[in-house]
């Protein structure tokens, strides 16, 4: 069975950098898209960051789009996202979404605190 575990979440200044990841456990379907979602605190709704498909299709959503980058490692059936120019209001915690034919999973979350 499948299991997605996300990593590399801690706590930079305004405009530092981070690097998530999400690894993949199993063996993954053909086709499927990873998502990259984020929740901020005393919100109850996950929005959604950027995407990329198993045939490297991105998309960006809203402040992401020229601050973030989404890519996949496929040795590691992992996709990474890169976060550059970090904003206070980009803290959150960050979740990872595997869709396929199959269903849906979400990995557990790793939090993202920017603050001086």
């Known amino acids: 069975q499948v299991q997605v575990v996300e990593s590399g979440g801690g706590s930079v200044p305004p405009g530092g950098s981070l690097t998530l990841s999400c690894v993949a456990s199993?063996?993954?379907?053909?086709?499927?898209?990873f998502g990259w979602y984020r929740q901020t605190p005393g919100t109850k709704q996950r929005s959604l960051v950027a995407?990329?498909?198993?045939?490297?299709?991105?998309n960006y959503h809203g402040s992401a789009k020229g601050r973030f980058t989404i890519s996949r490692d496929n040795t590691k059936n992992a996709v990474n996202l890169q976060m550059n120019m970090l904003r206070p209001e980009d803290a959150a915690v960050y979740y990872c979404n595997l869709a396929t034919a199959r269903g849906v999973l979400w990995g557990q979350g790793t939090k993202v605190t920017v603050s001086t």
């Open positions: 199993g063996t993954l379907a053909e086709m499927y898209v």
């Open positions: 995407t990329i498909t198993n045939s490297d299709i991105t």
